[in-house]
């Protein structure tokens, strides 16, 4: 039998309608266009000695110099960003900043079911701890804890969502009470969350640069760090083309790029996810849709939507295809991908066809850093001086944060609730050289394409994965 259509097929808008939303479309990520003057920070000149050096101006590394501070006002905290802060992953996300640690709790349960419960508490005290401080330090990053609605587009779905709806403090809408909330042809039902908020990516980058620095945290950008030294007891040192830093304790937020620890490098491959940005919506348009609560959606499809209103109305429409190239490397021009960009808006018109006529403003690309078990890991190198945090595969606006106090805490030495954690302990499995890597990637993403267009129905290569604990499941 041939394998079915998607609701994305059967509801296929007029390719022209297409064409028109993407006319005079910009090459550009919304939220740092939307930033007229971000902070700015002098490249490093010279030699510096500080107590912590942390590298990477994403949400991990200004997260990390923020809890340090906070933790030990007394301690000096340097900051080293290459190119600027939040010119990668965490200016171009979809801002959807959720409590979950794990990548979503089916993942969580599948893999620590003994700490899940831990694991939700730890990532719900997380999220209240980004909305303390943002309120605390009255941060403008638009943060609204609207929750999240996912849905479901495809009849076999529906049972999902009821599994989901039974197995957590979610609440289940049917098809008319989910299209009440927000009107699409193609909900057919839907489970409401509490646990997600939403910000400005960029501001919220902004804003924790404005924090840490009014903490006392030092941050030069501009300045990329080549590698690192170190001996059996004196400080570690980070190489720079301009300078050099010393450091007692390093933390790592490098995320997607090469891990400075080089035995860190296997255990995540970048891969590109995509969004679009349309005009603000007009009140007409918005009425047509609802959307009264502006909770973040996400779809319950392997290759999955996720989507939501900005401060002024536009939609953030993001997600489907995600893109791995061979090699493994992060590349400006693997952001170009006009086919990716054009799928993404002709779905976001059959999911609200009463935006025909709309203008996408914007289009983007970046890259996730996806780990075999799709949450970060944790490692110490240099002998408990030097701390790693990546893999969190699309999930980190706010988990970023809990990695920032569990580095602190592996570099302190402190026996936590978080350091006890088999999730903190456990390194995940690295993936093969190339070219297994892309020939296991590809095949895997197949594999979910044909998932989605076969009620679900997981082939014998997912489900080999699912056994050994690589499977990836929405
Ligand atoms: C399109 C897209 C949508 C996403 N949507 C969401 C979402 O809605 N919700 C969610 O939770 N997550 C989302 N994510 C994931 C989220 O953005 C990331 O998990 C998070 O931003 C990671 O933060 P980070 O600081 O670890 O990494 P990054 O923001 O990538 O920062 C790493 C920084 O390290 C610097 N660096 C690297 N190497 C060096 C070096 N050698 N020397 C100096 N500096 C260096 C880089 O220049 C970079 O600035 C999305 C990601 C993308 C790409």
New binding site residues.
């Given amino acids: 039998m041939p394998p079915a259509d998607t609701v994305f097929e059967r509801r296929r808008p007029d390719d022209s309608l297409v064409d028109h939303a993407l006319t005079g479309v910009r090459d550009a990520c919304f939220w740092i266009e939307d930033v007229a003057e971000p902070r700015r920070f002098p490249a490093l000149a010279g030699d510096r000695r500080v107590d912590l050096a942390v ?8 997260w990390t110099a923020v809890r340090a501070k906070e933790r030990d006002p007394d301690r000096s905290v340097l900051l ?19 409590a979950s640690l794990t990548h979503g709790e089916e993942n969580g349960r599948r893999r620590w079911p003994d700490e899940m419960d831990v694991l939700d508490r730890l990532g719900a005290e997380n999220l209240d701890g980004i909305e303390q401080t943002i309120a605390d330090r009255a941060m403008a990053c638009d943060f609204e804890r609207s929750g999240e609605l996912s849905v479901a587009i495809e009849p076999h779905q529906v049972e999902w969502l009821r599994e989901d709806a039974a197995s957590g403090p979610y609440r289940f809408l049917d098809e008319a009470e989910v299209r009440a909330e927000v009107n699409s042809p193609t909900y057919l039902a839907g489970v409401v969350g509490t646990d997600t908020a939403l910000v400005h ?1 960029v501001r919220l980058v902004d804003e924790l640069a404005r924090v840490a620095t009014e903490l006392g945290v030092e941050i030069v950008e501009d ?4 590698g690192l030294g170190s001996d059996r007891n004196g400080p570690v040192t980070l190489r ?1 083309p301009t300078g050099s830093v010393r450091a007692d304790r390093v933390a790592l ?6 891990a ?1 620890v080089r035995r860190y490098r296997s255990y995540t491959v970048p891969v ?4 679009v940005m349309t005009e603000p919506l007009t009140e007409e348009q918005l009425g047509e849709i609802g959307w009264g609560s502006r909770q ?1 959606l996400d779809d319950l499809a392997n290759h999955f939507h ?1 989507y939501r209103l900005s401060a002024d109305n536009r939609i953030l429409f ?1 997600g489907y295809d995600a893109v791995y190239r061979f090699g493994k490397r992060v590349r400006a021009d693997y952001e170009h991908n006009p086919e990716v960009h054009r799928r993404l808006v002709s779905h976001l018109l059959t999911t609200f066809p009463q935006l025909e006529g709309i203008r996408v403003t914007h289009r ?6 996806t780990s075999t078990r799709f949450c970060a890991f944790y490692g110490l190198a240099h002998r408990g001086r030097v701390a790693h ?2 893999g ?9 944060r809990f ?1 920032g106090d569990v580095m602190l805490d592996l570099l302190d030495g402190l026996d936590t609730e978080r350091t006890r954690l088999e999730m903190v302990r456990r390194m995940p499995m690295p993936f093969p050289p190339e070219p297994i890597a892309a020939i296991g990637i590809q095949t895997t993403r197949w594999a979910l394409a044909r998932a989605d267009h076969r009620q679900g129905r997981r082939n014998f290569w997912l489900r080999s994965l699912d056994r050994v604990g690589l499977g990836f499941d929405s």
């Fill in positions: 590298v990477g101006g994403g949400y991990s590394g200004l080293v960003e290459s190119r600027r802060l939040g010119w990668a992953a965490s200016g171009r996300n979809g801002g959807f900043c959720s990516p300045t990329h760090v080549t720079t937020g490098t995320n997607a790029f090469p400075l590109y996810d995509y969004a973040g996720y993001g983007w690309a970046g890259a996730i850093d945090a990546a969190f595969t699309g999930l980190g606006v706010g988990a970023t990695a």
